[in-house]
Antibody, heavy 122, light 107 residues
Framework: EVQLVESGGGLVQPGRSLRLSCAAS????????MHWVRQAPGKGLEWVSG????????GYADSVKGRFTISRDNAKNSLYLQMNSLRAEDTALYYC???????????????WGQGTLVTVSS | DIQMTQSPSSLSASVGDRVTITCRAS??????LNWYQQKPGKAPKLLIY???SLQSGVPSRFSGSGSGTDFTLTISSLQPEDFATYYC?????????FGQGTKLEIK
């Protein structure tokens, strides 16, 4: 069974840093690209960042570029999001999500974790 | 960046109704369009990928169509469990983007 479990969220002051983790199980982690998607309270989904299977390619939304860094450790089946210079508008539930298998010819997100809540407030 | 616009933003319907939600991209995205369903307090669930391919395990009352810039999600006969918020997403650009969501409510 595919499982994605996020952790690392919490209350943090503006300008500070936080590192999110996503532990993956039930599939061959290094076969898949992975993503972070966030959802502010009562709002819609916003793609944050993605990383290829071998970390060779990364991408970021304009809203987080230069402040957030995505990474992965395939040996530990884990995905990370280092968030620096946090702002109030970064307050959201952060989901990690898996991209569909390569043979599907689609990069839709087929599995999602339950999310970890980040609150940026003084 | 590619902007995704859904309409309507909210919709009231009854069990058994046929419902259509529209998603428009700001530029052509071929068939790189996905649909998700999200219920309150839950993670999104993939329904349709590549505009019209039904994800495994998703009921056949859900269908998707379109290409280029205009896409639709259709639910042929609404069931009580279908009342949720629906999002489209483009995967043409690696700067993935979602529509703002369509909240489907019970009339």
């Amino acid at each position: 069974e595919v499982q994605l479990v996020e952790s690392g969220g919490g209350l943090v002051q503006p300008g500070r840093s936080l590192r999110l983790s996503c532990a993956a199980s039930g599939f061959t982690f290094d076969d898949y690209a992975m993503h972070w998607v966030r959802q502010a309270p009562g709002k819609g989904l916003e793609w944050v960042s993605g990383i290829s299977w071998n970390s060779g390619s990364t991408g970021y939304a304009d809203s987080v570029k230069g402040r957030f860094t995505i990474s992965r450790d395939n040996a530990k089946n884990s995905l990370y999001l280092q968030m620096n210079s946090l702002r109030a508008e970064d307050t959201a539930l952060y989901y990690c999500a898996r991209t569909m298998p390569l043979y599907s010819s689609s990069s839709a997100f087929d599995y999602w974790g339950q999310g970890t809540l980040v609150t940026v407030s003084s | 960046d590619i902007q995704m616009t859904q309409s309507p933003s909210s919709l009231s319907a009854s069990v058994g109704d046929r419902v259509t939600i529209t998603c428009r991209a700001s530029q052509s995205i071929s068939s790189y369009l996905n649909w998700y369903q999200q219920k309150p307090g839950k993670a999104p669930k993939l329904l349709i990928y590549a505009a019209s391919s039904l994800q495994s395990g998703v009921p056949s009352r859900f269908s998707g169509s379109g290409s280029g810039t205009d896409f639709t999600l259709t639910i042929s006969s609404l069931q009580p469990e279908d009342f949720a918020t629906y999002y489209c997403q483009q995967s043409y650009s690696t700067l993935y983007s979602f529509g703002q969501g369509t909240k489907l409510e019970i009339k």
